[in-house]
């Protein structure tokens, strides 16, 4: 394997999902390098993706939960069972993106990402988990 290897086949994926792949910049496999670029749209479009999969569950298990610990543990307890998600941080940026399980077991998939912003980043994690109760408390038929 290469970084170049894995980076066409990170694109592969994200072309089968529908994301449009001429605009994500991968310059690392970890996340971590600011040079790295994808829109929240296409986030949604490959969890979407990779929730119709066989490997579904494998990657929901190992996605963050208030209920499974990781990043989410002290946040949303409220949401046991409901948000399993990746977050994001690098001085600036603040980002989660996962799946949202609704109490009559409908799953949204959600990306919020912040970018730019100054000082803590703790009204941000409260607009993500905001954002998490409100998909979780949807209801079917309901706008």
């Known amino acids: 394997g290469s970084w170049e290897n894995g980076r066409h086949a990170a ?71 409901q948000v399993f998600a990746k977050t994001g941080y690098l001085r600036g940026i603040r980002t989660l993106s996962g799946y949202v399980k609704t109490a009559d077991n409908r799953w949204y998939a959600f990306s919020v990402l912040f970018n730019g912003f100054r000082g803590g980043s703790s009204p941000y994690n409260r607009l993500h988990d905001r954002v998490c109760a409100i998909l979780a408390d949807s209801v079917a038929g309901s706008p």
């Open 11 to 81: 694109r592969e994926v994200l072309r089968r999902a529908g994301c449009n792949v001429d605009n994500i910049v991968m310059a690392d496999a970890s996340g971590l390098s600011r040079q790295n670029r994808i829109s929240a749209q296409d986030f949604v479009r490959l969890l979407a993706y990779m929730y119709t999969r066989p490997q579904r569950q494998l990657l929901i298990d190992n996605l963050a939960g208030s209920e499974n610990g990781g990043t989410l543990k002290r946040r949303m307890s409220s949401l046991d069972g």
